[in-house]
């Protein structure tokens, strides 16, 4: 929204934040009175213990609990409809979104298709969907059990076609969680490979939200700081767990999704393919595309690199020590430094650079990528 030099932020989201801080959800349910939510995560989530305790303590309150777990790992528009369907057929008055990025974006597309009948894909903000978004949504809460998309604090799902694995964007204020219940408690049982994919996937938010062109302090406060946090704990909450670094990861990883409304881009655009062409998981495509996609960035920023060096604690100031940095960081946390180490071979990178090319991320970069320039960094990458 523009109108001369006048620019709008908006910051909106409640958030309850710390240790223990999802036990406070079923007594918010009741206080806004709230009977029958849906529970919307995936199946892993839906078989660990926090998640049934979570589930007790809501029965306990007396409140009718339906859940929904049968989504895919990049979710897709039928995962969306079975999940409206449960919603009528069961009656349900509110929806919550547990989990990671899938399980978050699944449940906010349901709370958009509740009101909303027509073919999921016409809200599809990249054709200017948004305008169709014109009812009222369900009350909608979300609680993350990862660090990486901080898809708990954003107004967006991303959902890809069955068929053609395209993605689209549902955008819309409206589909922002009413409060966030974000306890780092639930992610002290992360896997190491989890973690570090997914903490690489923050980094990358953190990174790129401080690049994006368009103009946004308020976003690159938060977006450096949560540089510094990352630079502080991921090594740690990777190899050696404690509260303080997973909480640190947990925040960081919010603050990126905060950020990131001023927009990503040339690493995103880099990682989105592998994901739709390779099945890759995101935070993995991202963290292993990220030095190379630093790299191309490097020129004409010197004085943004320069400042990401001293909000990343690093011993040499300036855009070359970033990028060595982003290296020994994926090695210290067991992600590899090549494409070729994650499936991708010479023969995938004509068609990963058209989809790159076409990708919805790298408008915001700021300088632009030509089809010719994805195609350089997938081979310098590989």
Request: include cysteine; hydrophobic fraction near 40%.
């Amino acid at each position: 929204m523009h109108s001369g030099n006048v620019l709008q932020y908006n910051f909106p989201t409640i958030i309850r934040f710390g240790a223990g801080a999802i036990k406070e959800l079923p007594d918010y349910l009741v206080w806004q009175k709230l009977e029958r939510p849906l529970l919307v995560t995936d199946s892993n989530v839906a078989g660990l213990g926090f998640f049934k305790s979570i589930l007790d303590g809501m029965k306990k309150k007396g409140l009718a609990v339906e859940v929904f777990s049968d989504i895919h790992k990049n979710p897709v528009k039928s995962d969306v409809y079975k999940g409206t369907d449960v919603y009528d057929q069961t009656r349900r008055d509110s929806v919550v979104g547990i989990g990671g990025g899938a399980a978050l974006d699944v449940a906010r597309a349901i709370v958009l298709r509740v009101n909303h009948r027509e073919d999921l894909f016409k809200y599809d903000d990249l054709i200017g969907g948004e305008v169709f978004v014109t009812q009222d949504v369900p009350h909608f809460v979300t609680i993350p059990t990862t660090a990486g998309t901080g898809s708990e604090v954003g107004r967006s799902a991303i959902i890809a076609d069955d068929i053609t694995h395209q993605k689209k964007i549902l955008f819309s204020p409206k589909l922002m969680a009413k409060i966030v219940f974000s306890d780092p408690e639930l992610t002290m049982e992360l896997p190491p490979f989890i973690t570090a994919a997914t903490g690489m996937d923050a980094l990358t938010h953190n990174m790129e939200a401080f690049l994006a062109k368009m103009e946004h302090p308020m976003c690159e406060g938060i977006a450096l700081e949560g540089m510094r946090l990352i630079s502080r704990s991921l090594v740690k909450a990777v190899n050696h767990p404690d509260l303080e670094s997973r909480s640190d990861m947990l925040l960081a990883s919010l603050m990126g999704a905060v950020a990131f409304q001023k927009g990503l881009g040339v690493v995103h655009s880099l990682a989105h393919p592998l994901s739709s062409l390779l099945d890759t998981h995101h935070g993995l495509a991202n963290a292993v595309n990220l030095p190379y996609g630093m790299e191309f960035n490097r020129s004409g920023f010197e004085d943004k690199f320069l400042r990401m060096s001293i909000a990343l604690q690093l011993k040499e100031p300036g855009g070359e020590a970033v990028v060595t940095y982003l290296l020994e960081l994926n090695s210290k946390i067991g992600i590899p430094t090549r494409l070729k180490e994650i499936g991708v071979r010479e023969e995938h990178v004509e068609t990963l650079a058209g989809l790159a090319f076409a990708d919805f991320a790298h408008p915001n970069n700021p300088k632009p990528v030509s089809r010719n320039d994805f195609k350089q960094i997938y081979q310098q990458a590989l």
